[in-house]
Structure formats: structure tokens, C-alpha cells
């Protein structure tokens, strides 16, 4: 993550934290929820951009270096010493072991990116469970200081 985006994340969740803290000071739980939620949305959807910047970062690299590879089979002239032809090998063992990995790593992403959208919903619900849970027992902790 680029530094200003990452001081304007921390920024904007802090900003969602002061919201909840005060929605749950006041015991407002259905707009406590509601930020919450909003929370979540927020977070995946710099997880999410995040991620795949990072993945093009990469799946470009390896792009390049596999069209090096077949540009070199097709463009060098291997037959005209025995070394070159084991160059060769060598690079068509290099451009399988490349388009292997790049294909990999492309499912892989696309199975993590499927199951992220699929469970969506349950995990944020599960989400805003946790924190309202956690900050019900901080204004209970909070209320019980202040009594004693």
C-alpha cells in the first residue's frame, strides 16, 4: 500500500472507531451497527483493491519474463552448436515451469476471490457481532469504573 493511502486508510478507520465508540457510549446499537457494517465494506474493499494490485504486480513480471522466454525459442538459431540446443531445452523447460506458475497463481487468486465473495455476508455479520460485542463490554467496563 502506497504511503498516503495508507496514512488516509488509518485516517478514515480511526474516524469509524471515535463513530463507534460514540454510538456505543450513547447506546445507539441499530446506527452502531450500521457504521459497523460500514466499517467492514470499507476495509474489504481496500483488501480487495490492495490484493489485486499487488496480483497484476506479479502476474505482469511473470508475463514478461514467459514472453522473453518465447520470444528466445523462436527468434535464436539453437542448431548452430550442440551447447545451444541444451539452451534450448533449458529454455523450453524454463517457459513450462513459468506458464505453470503463472497458471497457478491465477487460479489460486480467482478461488480466493471466490470464496471471499461467496462467505461475504456471513463474515460480516460475524463482524459486527464481534464488535458490537466488544464494545458492549467496554461501555459496561467503562459504566462500572465510573460507579465504583
Known sequence: MKR??????????????????????ISDWE????KAGKLFDYVEAIEYSELERRF???????????????VALFKIDFGVTPELMQLKDAFILA?????????????DYR?????????????????????????????LQAEERKAA
Open 4 to 25: 498516503g493511502t495508507e496514512k488516509q486508510f488509518n485516517q478514515d478507520v480511526e474516524n469509524y472507531r471515535r463513530a463507534l465508540l460514540y454510538h456505543a457510549r
Open 31 to 34: 446506527t452502531f451497527k450500521a
Open 56 to 70: 497484476f504486480t506479479n502476474f505482469n513480471v511473470i508475463l514478461v519474463v514467459l514472453i522473453v522466454i518465447v
Open 95 to 107: 517457459g513450462l515451469g513459468v506458464s505453470s506458475f503463472e497458471l497457478y497463481f491465477y487460479i
Open 111 to 139: 478461488i480466493y476471490r471466490g470464496v471471499k465473495t461467496v462467505h461475504y455476508t456471513e463474515r460480516r455479520e460475524r463482524f459486527i457481532r464481534n464488535i458490537e460485542s466488544d464494545f458492549r463490554s467496554y461501555v
